[in-house]
């Protein structure tokens, strides 16, 4: 039967869909799947935009400091 697995590492946390070949998934396995790879590309994007406005606050500070 398929199973989503749950892995935990330094990485981060890691989600994949275990099927032995020719097993059929059914449709709201395919649904929460593709839920959980959306869900994993916003958080990449929330991340990266923390960062990109971490980066332009200190930016900002040194500037206001400079002038």
Not at 39 to 55: F, K, W
Request: hydrophobic fraction near 45%.
């Amino acid at each position: 039967m398929p199973k989503f697995v749950c892995k935990v590492d330094a990485d981060g946390i890691r989600i994949h869909l275990d099927a032995a070949d020719g097993e059929e998934i059914s449709a709201e396995m395919v649904n929460a799947w593709a839920a959980l790879r959306q869900s994993n590309g916003l958080h990449e994007i929330a991340y990266r935009l923390m960062g990109i406005d971490n980066a332009l606050n200190t930016l900002a500070d040194a500037v206001e400091r400079s002038g």
